[in-house]
């Protein structure tokens, strides 16, 4: 069973910044990806960052050059790096390993960016 847990959400103005981490547990294998998704009120889920071994990257245009992922497998952890955020940016930000079977979701963590 794999259970993940985030942190690092808050409040920040526009502009700021925000560390999201996400712990793993569980049977956890660094070949299977891991990343951040989020979603805002009266919206679906969508793609925020991926990364599989911490090496290949993949981001959402959006947070292109501003957001970070990063991961640390003799941990199993993944973080996102947030800079120069904006209000569309506000959403709850879920943890996602996915496997060949199926994925696996965090409780979320919400982050709010003021104008």
């Known amino acids: 069973q794999v259970q993940l847990v985030e942190s690092g959400g808050g409040l920040v103005q526009a502009g700021g910044s925000l560390r999201l981490s996400c712990a793993a547990s569980?049977?956890?294998?660094?070949?299977?990806?891991m990343g951040w998704y989020r979603q805002a009120p009266g919206k679906q889920r969508e793609l925020v960052a991926t990364?599989?071994?911490?090496?290949?990257?993949n981001y959402a245009d959006s947070v292109k050059g501003r957001f970070t992922i990063t991961r640390d497998n003799t941990k199993n952890r993944v973080y996102l790096q947030m800079n120069s955020l904006k209000p569309e940016d506000t959403a709850v930000y879920y943890c996602?390993?996915?496997?060949?079977?199926?994925?696996?979701w965090g409780q979320g963590t919400q982050v709010t960016v003021s104008s």
């Open positions: 996602n390993y996915g496997t060949d079977r199926r994925n696996y």
């Open positions: 569980g049977s956890i294998f660094s070949i299977n990806p």
């Open positions: 990364t599989t071994s911490g090496r290949t990257t």
